[in-house]
Structure formats: structure tokens, C-alpha cells
């Protein structure tokens, strides 16, 4: 067959497509997207992630004590609730979870604080999340980093970066004696208690 | 050129592949996943989502009062915060507000209740979200179903459409009167929040 080498880059172009079809695709049901991939500095310390605000929220708590929460602001309504307390995933990782019942490795909690504020007007009773406290801080599932398969991060205000917390802390022995779903405290998340077969404690 | 049958299939492949690719890259910019947009019955009653737990969650509260919330049940801790308020848009929807400042039609915003739980371990103080309440308000942004643009929809335990709360009910009004941004309570959502410029009242 003699072919026009216009029409010979038709083949060409084809395979390009095939393959790019075929690597979102599988992108979508099993690999993350790049900015869902927790990215580490060549010391081995996290690289702080972006959007999280937008992942999936598992739970959100009031006046809990989790790890070294920061110290409550000026800015806190006296005698309130104590800090807004939101819990957020991967969507990946998530999807994950429901499609197998385990937390995929490279999975990342992302807990951030808010201030508890009151609702100005239309008045009524209650406390909605204010100011964001900057700091925020990661569990993530990585083999080899602890012997419970789970690091701990915590970023600061401004932190790029951050070395794993020491597994003397107790942070790790909390989770591994409490948490219902491995290491991970699902029996206060109604997403996963529900895709998990929990109920609330 | 006289092109072989088996070649001729490539180009008409690479024309479909093209199609399909150009399809799918619009959505990822542009329109929503199928999953996100809204659908109604033929009389015009909103079709309630599913998955929704899964979108981004713009801002938890405690004991608010929004319209007719359900009234809490014998798990109530005696003497809580009130009931947790989660609100959710669609991802869809969140980008492209942060894309373009504005919401697009059939923006949906997601309100579902959460009993306050007390953690039963590790004992600590504080609450966070127990048994979800079946029940789910709606408030969705669609051209012509009222003076604002917006509808409010209340679904029951089971119910799986709503129709539209009627005009007179007064979340129109209050949303009108008090929203921030586009009958919409901006301010009490931190993500919509940093996205718009405004700080927390």
C-alpha cells in the first residue's frame, strides 16, 4: 500500500489519542490526579498540598482535642463551642475507600481549624466557621514510614514543608489503640461509618 | 490515493477518538459531570442527587436556624450545640465560581443536619457529627422558577422529589435580604469566603 504522507499521520495521530484515552481512563477509576499525590522533598519531608478545601470533608467536630491543636485566637467568642474542626480526603481516595473498603496507600487526612464565630444577622442562636487558622495538619498512609503504615505532618501558618512527627508522639499510639478502621478515626465520620457498616459510637 | 479498507478505518477511528476527546475536555472545563447536574420530573419537581456527600463542603455550623430544620431526636446529647449544618455545592459548581466569580446555573447547595455526638473515646471534650438526619434541603440557582433566580426544595427522610418551596416562604426573602453573594450566605462559608474577597462578619 503506498500511502500519502498526509494520510500517514492520520495513524500516527490515532495511536497519540489511543494512548492518551487509555491513560485517563485509567487515571479515573485507579490513579490519582497529580494534585490528589502527596509529593515529598528529597529529605523525605511532606510537600504541603493545595486544594484540599475542595476534597471530600469527612467530619467536622467542635471543642475536640486531636493533636497540639492550635491555642485559640483573640478572635474566639468567649465561652463558644471551641474550634471548628473539618476533616478532608482525597476525592480519589475516597472513591478508593468505596470501591474496595481499604484507604488506598497515599491517602491524606487534612485537618484544618476554624475560628467559632457568631452568626451576626440574621441573628439567631448558633456558631458558624470563621477565620481559618493557617496551620493545618496531615495523617498519611505510607508504607515503611511507621510501623502503623501512617505518618503524621504538621504545618504551620506558613510551613512548605514538614518532617514526619516522631512516632513516639502520641498521636500514633492514640490511633492505633481508638481508631475503628485502620488508623483512621472513621467512627466520627458519617461518610465512612456509613460505607464502612459503622455506626456512631 | 487509493487507500487499503483496513487503512481506512484508522482516520474514521481518529475522527471519532478526536470527538470523543474534544467531548470529554469540554466537560472537564465547562459542564457538569452527569452525576452533578440537576434533574427533574416532567411537573417540574427537583430530583434528588445522590453522592452528594461527596462534594465540596463549604462551611459546618452548630446550632443554626435556617428553614424549618428537623426537630432533634432522643439521641440529642441533652444541653449540645444544637444540630451540625453541613452545606455542599457540586465541584462543578465550585470551580467554575472560582473560574469565573459567579455561580452557573444549576448551582445546587446541599444542607444536611448531623446529630451533635459526644466522643465516647479517647473521653475528651467536644462534639462532633453523629446520626444524619434523612432529610435534605436544596437550594438551586435556575432561571425563572422565581423572582431571584433560585429554588428552595425540602426533601423528607425518603422523599425522592421535592417540589419547589413556594415564593412566599420566607427563605426567599431572607436569602434576598441577607446573602452576600448572590442569595447565596458566602459569609459563613470560608472557601466561598477567600474565593470573593470578604472576610468573616
Redesign the interface.
Known sequence: ????PR?AI??A??VL??G??AL?ARQGTQRPPRDQVPRFTQDGALIRPEGW??W??V???????YNDPPPPSATSAPQG??M?H?V?MQ?WA??ELVRTGAFPEGTMFVLAF??P?R????A?????????DPGIEIHLKKAGVDSTGWGFYGFGDSTRTAARIPSVASCYS?HA??AAHDQVFTQ????LR?RLGR???
Open positions: 500500500v503506498h500511502l500519502n494520510v492520520v495513524p495521530l490515532s489519542l489511543l492518551a484515552w485517563q478545601e475542595a471530600v470533608m467530619g467536622a467536630s467542635t471543642g475536640l482535642s463551642p471551641g471548628f473539618n478532608y476525592p475516597y472513591r476554624y475560628e464565630s452568626k451576626a444577622t440574621p439567631r442562636a448558633g456558631f458558624f466557621e470563621g477565620e481559618q492514640c489503640r481508638e466520627f465520620y458519617p461518610p456509613a455506626s456512631a459510637p
